[in-house]
């Protein structure tokens, strides 16, 4: 364990919702992320997929210290981050960075490419200026755009062109570990293939570790190494990502994959599709049990009421690590 | 004998910036019961030229420059607002990408979709209610009389895409332009959604024009794929022939850029290099010819027309906009 | 780890001297600011272009009033009536020029001595006629301005120094401490401040000798405090509500996961980035001072006689409209002056809002 680089155990997020008054306590909770546990090794991608509302984006937040964790911890390379104060947390922001999902959003309009890219390096005071902008150059290089627009601004760039920005940015301090929050969701088909293959390249030229944040699972596919599957605050199934697309144990992995439309028209038509019945329960209020046990379509299969009396563990399954009461050696 | 022809329709918009066309010189048609995917990346124009077909493009900016619409023997472009308005909901009927924005958060949703009877139908309230009731056990919203009085903001995302095909099909249209109507939903809603749009379709006939960016809805939903580039239509055929035999280079780019889920990962994703060009500063030949790589000498002349494509294992009629494609498919060979 | 690090920045492609190279190419490609590109567009607004050269004008005129060849404001001709235009085609100067004004500060007491080394006695003639004083009406709208000016002055460096970081802060910092700030703000507001005002006056008036010799306190001290106190208030709710939507805008998020501190995301990101409505708004508020204090001296609260203010104007305007007789040009032409100044404000905040206006960005 202490061998991974980035070491999540038990993380929980909870945001206090509700009527809050001037000096009273709301009582309602929401369990954006209950108790997430994964690790992820140098150089490898975890990726990370799930429906909205399922907590994906709170486990990054919460991993980058932009929220605070409510329970459980966050290692990296040994050392305790969730406890961490900002001026504590500073040496471990060049280790890990992130990268945003909209890339009109997370670019500031006012700043040039160039302060853009040379603000992580004046945070962590890193070179003299003049030292950061050749960096910041050599970083637009990097990412593939020409390193002469250095002094244009955000909105001088298309949609793509900004999320090579915003990767250059991330790449700055040099981390080990980027956390990519659906960095690619945002684009049109064509520029997401882009985007993806510099990914891909980076990840192998600076050998960097990324927890891949996703709801497609196919890009996701494309580029991790392991997949977790989340559904409401927590993690229900793990494993190889091959294991995980061609063999998935969880009920809801299973009908989540078999949702993806495909682009291919003779195997779409040929699928039978695992549909769920109604929505994702509410993570204010979620259901019993088994979070999942409402839409199940295996529930039936299951010895009377343990998904409802019981919180399915994630145990060891083969190689995957699934969440579920139902047996695994059922196939 | 097609129950909707658009010809060589063109939208302009004088934007600040310049004035850009959104939809350039685009035909096609839509026969009963088809469903037509209109497949393009951002700023294609496929979500303009279907307002164009409901007359709600918002003018100014935007200018209808040239076109006809035929629906029912009438020229849509021709006919007087106050007509359009009676076609409208009626026999023409659309739902929007954000179900949310679109409901109003301020009526119940019996309102919401009462309104529509009242206006067309010229119900009374208590029968407008009975029908509204069944329109939404129709779509599979359970508890249909006690969903009635509640709030959009009650519903869920995909109870109220639910809600938005429900108003779309309660005077049962014969046509049903469908914008992203999925894009800002959840794998496994989506799914829910679309097998609901194909289960309804093959219930009532209802003709769809489908538009959407995501191939694999196109692959799994539509007959026909016409696919847009810049504000042209540069390619459509039977979807089982454009997935398979892919004859513009753009449309087999894209194609080649979609990440495959059933495995294979070694190597880099077909990417398409560069980005979609700026409406405003169009290339003067073939919009695509910046990013393509089977580009020509002549591609950079005029703007490419689109013809039937010699291809003799089609299912279907065929049209494109590129002479390499069509040169390609006349010497038999696939580029 | 030191070497994996310098390792990674060896393989990073360009050389040192190939970057540097670029980086004297990229001096050709300079971006457009947002800024730049919303001074463009401010300059194509015609009437927005106009009103911003007028009030650049007055202000310079304003500014340099010294040194013009004016009749002094203040010295006195005294006749039996206030005396009508005279056109300038009919006489456009006359001698006679008497420097007499109130304590002037240095920069002004060597203007008025460049003004006398260059025109000697050589003034104006009463293009805009004369009060019942035989002060020259022209010259006392010119040095009224001033004060309207200087009021304009302090509430925006008010706004913009206090309002904008108050409210900035409030916002990003948010929850209790936003909450502390904000009814401090709400006290602050439901205090009646002309109330204050008359108050404060009284005791000044009472106490005259002692606080001014003492502590330099006068009524325009006051009057400059008051003004401070309570400009910077709406200002700071303007601020806190824009910042209050932006925080979580990515950006911000970026800043924070990069480790920046509060300061430099208050300041670097956040104000910049609510700037354009705080210039929007300051040209809203500018026009509502020079009222605030027009009104003031209107009711004997503000600048005090011989100084002149376009409030005082209006008093002794006003003083002279009698059934018998109108003296037109005592009223006409200050309220004109005014009227001028608030439209090429107002105009100028609407040309701003255009220009500032994200959606309309890159309109030529």
């Known amino acids: 364990m202490s061998e991974s680089l980035l070491s999540v155990r038990e993380l929980k997020k909870h945001f206090p919702t509700g009527r809050r008054s001037f000096l009273g306590r709301s009582h309602d909770v929401l369990r954006a992320v209950d108790g997430v546990s994964f690790d992820l090794e140098r150089g490898q991608c975890l990726g990370l997929v799930g429906e909205s509302g399922c907590g ?43 990268i945003f999902q909209d890339p009109y959003a997370s670019l500031d309009p006012r700043q040039t490419v160039a302060s853009i890219l040379t603000e992580p390096l004046a945070i962590h005071g890193r070179g003299k200026p003049k030292q950061r902008k050749l960096r910041a150059m050599a970083l637009l290089d990097v990412v593939g755009l020409n390193p002469r627009h250095i002094n244009r601004y955000p909105h001088e ?130 259901p019993p049990g088994c979070a999942f046990q409402g839409r199940c379509p295996d529930r039936d299969a299951v010895p009377a009421g343990r998904c409802v009396s019981e919180a399915p563990l994630l145990l060891a399954c083969g190689s995957s690590l699934v969440a579920c009461h139902l047996d695994p050696s059922r196939e | 004998m097609a129950l909707l022809e658009v010809r060589n329709l063109s939208v302009r918009f004088d934007t600040h910036h310049g004035s850009l066309r959104a939809v350039d010189d685009v035909s096609f048609t839509l026969d009963e019961g088809e469903t037509l995917g209109l497949v393009g990346e951002s700023g294609s124009g496929k979500s303009v030229c279907n307002l164009a077909l409901m007359g709600l493009v918002p003018r100014p900016p935007g200018v209808i420059e040239s076109g006809e619409v035929w629906f029912e023997g009438r020229d849509l472009l021709q006919l007087p607002e106050s007509e359009l308005r009676a076609l409208r909901g009626n026999s023409l009927a659309m739902i929007f990408q954000d179900p949310m924005t679109s409901l109003n958060p301020l009526l119940s949703v019996e309102r919401q979709l009462s309104e529509v009877l009242e206006v067309h139908r010229g119900l009374s309230r208590r029968q407008a209610r009975k029908q509204c009731a069944a329109a939404l056990d129709d779509v599979g919203i359970p508890e249909p009389e006690r969903r009635l009085d509640e709030f959009p903001h009650e519903l869920s995302g995909g109870m109220r895409q639910r809600v938005m095909i429900a108003m779309a099909l309660l005077c049962d249209p014969q046509i049903l332009l469908a914008d992203e109507p999925t894009t800002a939903l959840d794998v496994t809603i989506q799914a829910q959604i679309l097998e609901l749009l194909s289960d309804l379709q093959e219930r009532r006939g209802t003709a769809i024009v489908l538009v959407t960016h995501d191939l694999g809805v196109v692959a799994g939903m539509s007959d026909r794929v016409a696919v847009m580039y810049a504000g042209r239509l540069v390619e459509s055929a039977s979807t089982l022939d454009l997935f398979a035999r892919p004859a513009h280079p753009y449309t087999q780019g ?71 494609a069509h040169a390609g498919f006349e010497t038999g060979g696939l580029l | 780890m030191a070497d994996q690090a310098t390792k990674k920045m060896g393989d990073w492609g360009l050389g040192a001297g190939e970057l540097e190279r ?42 340099l009033a010294p040194l013009l060849p004016l009749p002094s404001p203040v010295s006195l001709d005294l006749q039996i009536e206030p005396q009508p235009p005279v056109a300038p085609w009919s006489q456009f100067g006359r001698g006679g020029f008497s420097p007499e004004y109130w304590e002037l500060s240095g920069l002004d007491q060597a203007m008025v001595r460049g003004r006398v080394a260059i025109f000697d006695d050589w003034q104006t003639a009463a293009w805009l006629g004369t009060d019942a004083k035989g002060r020259d009406i022209l010259s006392r709208i010119v040095w009224g301005s001033r004060t309207s000016m200087l009021v304009a002055l302090a509430a925006a460096l008010c706004s913009l120094a206090i309002g904008v970081t108050y409210g900035a802060l409030a916002g990003y910092l948010g929850g209790a401490v936003d909450n502390l700030m904000m009814r401090i703000v709400d006290v602050l507001y439901s205090i009646p401040f002309i109330f204050v005002v008359i108050f404060l006056i009284t005791i000044v008036n009472e106490y005259r000798t002692e606080l001014e010799d003492h502590y330099g306190i006068n009524r325009e001290v006051i009057f400059y405090l008051v003004i401070g106190a309570i400009y910077w208030l709406t200002m700071a709710r303007v601020v806190r509500g824009q910042v209050l939507s932006l925080r979580h805008a990515e950006f911000i998020d970026a800043a924070r996961q990069l480790g920046a501190s509060t300061a430099r995301i208050v300041f670097v990101h956040l104000v910049p980035n609510v700037l354009s409505i705080v210039i929007v708004y300051l040209t809203l508020t500018i026009p509502a001072v020079m009222l605030f204090e027009a009104f003031l001296s209107f009711l004997g609260l503000g600048i005090e006689p011989p100084k002149v203010s376009w409030g005082l104007l209006a008093v002794d305007g006003s003083e002279m409209v009698n059934p018998v007789r109108i003296y037109w040009w005592l009223v006409v032409f200050p309220a004109a002056a005014m009227g001028a100044t608030l439209l090429a404000l107002n105009l100028v905040g609407d040309g701003l809002r255009d220009a500032l206006d994200p959606k309309l960005r890159g309109q030529s």
């Open chain 3, 22 to 63: 670029i980086l004297s190419e990229a001096a050709k490609h300079k971006g457009e600011s947002l800024w730049q590109d919303a001074w463009r567009r401010l300059k194509a607004n015609r009437t927005a272009w106009c009103s911003l050269c007028f009030l650049a004008l007055f202000t310079s005129v304003a500014f």
């Open chain 1, 157 to 286: 760039f298309s949609g793509g062109q900004r999320q090579r920005i915003g990767i250059a940015r991330a790449l700055a301090l040099e981390p080990e570990v980027l956390v990519c929050d659906e960095p690619v969701s945002a684009l049109d088909v064509s520029i997401q293939a882009q985007i993806i293959n510099l990914l891909v390249e980076l990840k192998e030229r600076f050998s960097l570790a990324y927890l891949f944040i996703a709801h497609d699972l196919a890009v996701v596919r494309h580029i991790s190494d392991t997949v977790a599957v989340m559904y409401l605050g927590r993690v229900v199934e793990m494993a190889p990502c091959d294991t995980l697309f061609e063999a998935p144990q969880h009920p809801y992995t299973r009908a989540l994959l078999s949702a993806v439309p495909l682009a291919d028209p003779l195997a779409e038509r040929q699928r039978r599709r695992i549909l769920l019945e109604g929505d994702v329960p509410s993570p204010l209020h979620p």
């Open chain 1, 56 to 98: 994906k984006t709170t486990v990054a937040r919460t991993i980058m210290g932009l929220e605070k964790a409510s329970g459980g911890s966050v290692t990296l390379d040994g050392h305790e981050l969730t406890s961490l104060g900002r001026r504590g947390w500073l040496p471990y922001r060049t280790r890990v960075q992130m």
């Open chain 2, 254 to 324: 894209l194609l080649a850029s979609v990440p495959d889920l059933g495995g294979n990962r070694e190597g880099d994703l077909f990417s398409i290099p560069g980005s979609p060009p700026d409406l405003v500063e169009l290339p003067a030949g073939c919009a695509f010819a910046p990013r393509c790589g089977q580009v020509e000498e002549a591609c950079r002349s005029g703007p490419p027309d689109s013809l039937d494509l010699n291809d003799t294992a089609a299912h279907g009629p065929r049209r494109v906009a590129c002479p390499r």
